[in-house]
């Protein structure tokens, strides 16, 4: 009880930091020329802590430099055809640059491209898109993300038993590459992957998933975005006979691991996601220079979880 109290704490200290940080009166407004860009930032869906921080990002460089930011998003990650009619909807005159949050890899190319096509600059957060045709991306390196995966499972478990994974979207680029990740460690070792299923981002298909992995025994549970790690996280407290590894930290992520019941999450940045893709979405090569830039990721264990260094990443603001 004591450190879900101290949880709650460091979750409202977050958000007390963050609105002292971001008051606009203390935030110099730098606009890029005396015309106010008009920016539109569409995510893979609307709801989620994850989504939620990359908006909170989004909006802090819509105050530091001066643009207008009009933020859409289907609200299921699997509506792939309803993301791409959002994007055409905003391909128009007054649309200067779309920050973009791919649901898939290859079905968003042709809006990527037309969108391009039409002088608006297109920048990619969260995920790729299978064109050259964007002008900056910034991303998890996904594939070095499941390697760390791997090796947390590894460090668990060991090198036999068997494991199984709770993905979120077929065809999601971020997926691929986090599994190919996962299982490039498993390589040479007697590490059983017993299947891959898919959330579509649903919380309770995630647990419901996660039940019939420990059903089949799993040895541990590999949960690949934010959803299916809280599902799994949620199975694994009714069930507790496997470990559970995930990805990123939502509040009930973090309770789930203070409780025991996730042993490793792997934290991505989305805050830095949002607020890069609406910066250089008005200014041109600063510090990022590279087409593409990848943005750090980091294991974290009911050990390190409330060390200094990691409370940002663990705790990240929740700015209103």
């Excluded at 981002?201 to 934010?226: P, Q």
Aim: hydrophobic share 40%.
């Amino acid at each position: 009880m004591k450190r879900i109290f101290i949880i709650i704490v460091l979750s409202i200290v977050s958000i007390m930091l963050g609105l002292l940080w971001f008051q606009d009166s203390n935030l110099p407004i730098n606009k890029v020329d005396d015309t106010q860009k008009n920016v539109v930032l569409i995510t893979k869906m609307r709801y989620g802590d994850y989504w939620e921080t990359v908006v909170k990002g989004a909006e802090a460089a819509e105050r530091e430099f001066g643009v207008n930011l009009v933020y859409d998003a289907p609200n299921e990650e699997g509506d792939i055809e309803g993301q791409i009619a959002m994007v055409d909807s905003y391909i128009n005159g007054s649309t200067d640059s779309i920050v973009l949050a791919a649901s898939d890899y290859e079905a968003l190319v042709p809006i990527v491209e037309k969108a391009t096509s039409f002088g608006i600059r297109v920048i990619l957060i969260d995920s790729h898109v299978n064109t050259n045709k964007y002008y900056k991306s910034f991303s998890t390196d996904n594939f070095q993300a499941g390697v760390q995966v791997g090796n947390s499972v590894l460090d668990l478990v060991g090198k036999d038993g068997k494991i199984g994974i709770v993905s979120f979207v077929k065809g999601s680029e971020n997926a691929i590459q986090r599994e190919k990740g996962l299982k490039s460690v498993m390589q040479g070792t007697n590490i059983e992957i017993i299947d891959t299923m898919y959330c579509m981002s649903s919380i309770e298909l995630a647990e419901t998933l996660a039940m019939v992995f420990l059903d089949k025994e799993v040895d541990a549970i590999v949960g690949l975005n934010a959803i299916a790690s809280t599902g799994i996280g949620r199975a694994i407290s009714h069930n507790d006979t496997a470990f559970g590894v995930g990805f990123d930290s939502t509040n009930e992520e973090v309770t789930l691991m203070d409780q025991g019941f996730i042993d490793t999450t792997i934290v991505q940045n989305p805050y830095g996601m949002g607020y890069l893709g609406v910066k250089y979405a008005v200014v041109d090569d600063e510090d990022y220079t590279e087409k593409d830039n990848a943005i750090d990721t980091f294991v974290i264990t009911p050990d390190n979880m409330f060390l200094k260094e990691n409370q940002k990443l663990v705790f990240p603001f929740n700015v209103d």
